[in-house]
């Protein structure tokens, strides 16, 4: 009798379906932007909603935005226009107006996204360019919906992977409250309707400060991440794509060291040279050795005037010397560039076409 | 009676279930980037305070450490309350938990609720039989680990600069995180002394414990290289948070809440010893008559205190959140001087 009454009661207790619910009664968020316009903050969240067309279920992409002087009561007013469950596990991307990142900073986004346990912390973050937020979503794309498209444009980008692993939202948080690290964010504009990564946007803080130019983010990204790279450098004439770059930063009480070891392949060349000869080999290594040294050179000027360290350098300081660490220090101390370049592959032709 | 290899099983479970919850984030907040040292300073403690176990086994010629106290009531209302404490730990952790990220609009009375019925049907089939469940559900427990190992140590080899700076975690904090790693991992096998005396060498009753610190210490140092300090010790359940990061050969993913399933067997074979002990206090100390309508009630108060006073007021849950280390520590080592005392004094009259 016991057994009976125990399986009667599983019957009902143990279906593990009595809550499910169908694609088309949940409403899966994908993107979220935020603006700041009027001194409001305006949500607005990127919909993916399966619609039954006929015998087929049909993906579509909706819009829908509220506002508020808080950021929390901003986002949780869009759950009142929306008539499903919300779902938020396939977030991809949040994309933040200008206004927002300069004006506002980071601090209340962060906080209440980490905050709010329904919301994963594994989408990616960008930086609206020339363009409020609303603007990059309601620039729809044909058969997908915005914030896959983008994160997809970003991680494939040619010159190289704006966003990789290191750049989802939780490990970037976890670089923005360690001591002596900056943040970046890649940036998205549109030019004659179609997206365009456009460099990279750099912060103090929580506070974007403002953008580097393309030329500069591709070259920082040498010191940023290794992996598998696609950089085309080139010098008017001669070019190089490096295809493999590693890079290790070195602490001395009074000078850090960046050392890059890049590997790359030859792609156009004086028709003085010939690719048969070695000292062709030497030639590239070392006058792009010494080109990447000096751009690398300028990017670092460049972040120092705005006053942001997004190699981290303050933070290997501090990791090495925590007692002689201050606020700061990563854009105040002497730094060494060592380039250590490897050219050995070029190709099918040994001679330049004439 | 169970057997050795499913006592040093039972102890491999028993060392792990307090980290779970709680204990990782508060050991992040004391220990800082140093926590993953102060945690196998506190494991190798733990490895010295199992000789007090091992002595008491020695001198205990009774058949478990309930024997020894059977006509002292003071200790048994010690060990009731250790062991309410415990399963309190158990039930606050698995309710907050899945309240929190699984079963956001399920009540966690139920929630509790169902937790413990699997615990207390698991007692009711004597210790044979729960132990049996701990042998099966061991060696899923460690293929979800090398499962989670695999996905996320690579991964999070990419970070081990956030291992640094070393040693620079204030010294009364790092002997604090230490010492709280020995209290979550060490006292609740205590609880072993429960089962029947098996005479075992010191070095088999260790192997499921520094498993369990291997696992604990793994999981810990791979917290610490992902998310880095502040972060871990900021975030709520940051063993769960990391488990998002997991991702082999870019098809598998998105498979937290499934590896969250050794937490739970955590729990419930922890839940077996407790519940355990509990019953046989009540058996061996209320009268016949009354004691199968007391059980359900002691058990039941764990789970009333756990959802009511706890779970549902969350500055409760925050003062046993940063009491319940010392607390169980305290009456832990107080119970277990209290049996060595015993046991000697016994063997000398």
Redesign the interface.
Known sequence: MKKFLLLIISIFLLTGCYDYKELKDIDVITGVGIDYEDGEYVVTLEILRATASGDKQELKTVLVQSEDEVFSKAFETNYTKISKLTYFSHLQLIVVSEEVAQEKGMQEIIDFLLRTSKIGNTFYTAVANGYSAYEIFDNKQKDEAVATYLVTLLKNSNENSFITVDNQFDLLTSKLLSKGHDIYLPSITIEEEDFKVSGLAIFDGFDMVGYIEDKYSTILSLATMSSMNNIYVNDGINAINIDKSDYKIEVEKDKITIVLSLEGTIKSLDKEFSLKDEDTFTWFEDHFSELIKKELETSIQELRYYNSDILGLGNKYYKKYPRKYHDGIGNEIDYEIKVDLDVNKFGILFEVIQ | MITKKQYMIISYFLSRFLFFGGGISHLFALGKVDTWIACILGFLLGLVAFKLLHIFQIKNNEKSFLDVIKSNIILKCVTYLFCFILLNYTLISITVMTN??FL??TTPLLIGGCFLLAIVYGVSKKEKIFARVAELLFPISIIVFLFKSAGYGT?ALNYT??L??MF?TKIPDFILCATASFAYSFIPNILLLSFANMNMEYKDMIKGYAFAGVTIVLTILIVGM??????AA??RYPEY?VL??ISLFEFIK?IENILTITWEFDCIVSGFVIVNVIKKINNSTLPQKIQKVTYPLLILLSLIVAVYFFQMKYENTLAFYHNSTYIIAGIGLLLLVSLLFLVRKKKNN
């Open positions: 929190s990220f956001f609009k991964f600069d956030n640094f700076p620079y992902v998310f880095g300090y502040p972060l900021i975030i948070m998002k990061k998105n």
